[in-house]
C-alpha cells in the first residue's frame, strides 16, 4: 500500500509594522504628552493672572503670525508630496525645475526646508519686534508662557530641518534609492507634519483665543 505524498505547506507571509514607524510614533506620543504640558501651563497661568493677557496680547501682530502659520502648514503638503515622490523611489526631477509635477524627494524636501527656515526666521523677527516693546522672558508671566511655549516648538523645528538636512544628504549619497531611504522619508514626514499640528493648536490658543 502505497502511501501519499503530503502536499507542502503553503508559505505564509506576515506584514509587519516597520519598526522605526512604529518607533517613531512611540516617540512623537512621548512628545504630545510634552506639549499638553505647555498647554496646561499656558491655561492655568492665564487663569491666575487674566490681566496680563488683556495688556499683552494687543502687542502680538496676528497678520504676520498668519503668515508664517501658512507658510509652515504649507510645508506640510511639500512634505508630503517628497514622501510620494520617495514612494515611487523617485530622488530627483525627471523634468526641468519649473515642471512641479515631475519633482523628485530632493525638490520637495529643499522647498519643505526652506519654508520650515522662512517660519523660523519669521519668529525670531517676530520675538525681536516683541523684545523691542518691553516683552521680554521675565518681564511679566505672559513673557514666560508665551516665550517658553513658542520657543520650545521653534526648537522642535529647528530639529526638523537638521532631519531633512540628514534626509537629503542620504538622498544623494545613496548610491540606489531604496527602501531604506524611503522609510527615512517617512519617519521625517511623521515629525514635521507633527510640529506642524502642534502650531496650529499654538497658534489658535495664542493668537486667536482672546
Known amino acids: 500500500m502505497s502511501s501519499a505524498t503530503a502536499a507542502p505547506a503553503p508559505?505564509?507571509?506576515v506584514n509587519r509594522p516597520n519598526p522605526v514607524s512604529v518607533g517613531t510614533i512611540?516617540?512623537?506620543?512621548?512628545?504630545?504628552m510634552f506639549f499638553a504640558g505647555l498647554?496646561?501651563?499656558?491655561?492655568?497661568?492665564?487663569?491666575?493672572?487674566?490681566?496680563?493677557?488683556?495688556?499683552?496680547?494687543?502687542?502680538?501682530?496676528?497678520?504676520?503670525?498668519?503668515?508664517?502659520?501658512l507658510v509652515l502648514v504649507g510645508s506640510s503638503f511639500t512634505c508630503?508630496?517628497?514622501?510620494?515622490?520617495?514612494?515611487?523611489?523617485q530622488p530627483v526631477r525627471s523634468g526641468s525645475l519649473l515642471q512641479i509635477n515631475r519633482w523628485g524627494l530632493n525638490e520637495w524636501m529643499t522647498l519643505t526646508y526652506l519654508m520650515g527656515a522662512f517660519f523660523i526666521g519669521g519668529q525670531?523677527?517676530?520675538?525681536?519686534g516683541l523684545i523691542s516693546e518691553g516683552l521680554t522672558i521675565s518681564s511679566s508671566p505672559y513673557g514666560s508662557v508665551f516665550y517658553i511655549t513658542t520657543g520650545f516648538h521653534g526648537l522642535h523645528v529647528v530639529g526638523g530641518l537638521i532631519a531633512f538636512l540628514f534626509l537629503l544628504g542620504r538622498s544623494f549619497s545613496a548610491k540606489r534609492f531604496g527602501h531604506h531611504e524611503a522609510t527615512s522619508a517617512i519617519v521625517v514626514s511623521y515629525y514635521w507634519h507633527f510640529?506642524?499640528?502642534v502650531w496650529v493648536a499654538l497658534f489658535t490658543?495664542?493668537?486667536?483665543?482672546k
Open 80 to 89: 508630503q508630496m517628497g514622501v510620494w515622490a520617495a514612494e515611487r523611489f
Open 195 to 197: 510640529v506642524d499640528v
Open 124 to 128: 525670531i523677527f517676530e520675538y525681536a
Open 11 to 13: 508559505h505564509v507571509t
Open 39 to 69: 498647554f496646561a501651563m499656558y491655561f492655568s497661568t492665564r487663569a491666575a493672572v487674566p490681566a496680563e493677557w488683556a495688556a499683552q496680547t494687543p502687542k502680538l501682530n496676528v497678520t504676520f503670525a498668519t503668515i508664517n502659520t
Open 205 to 209: 490658543t495664542i493668537y486667536l483665543v
Open 26 to 32: 512611540v516617540w512623537l506620543s512621548s512628545e504630545l
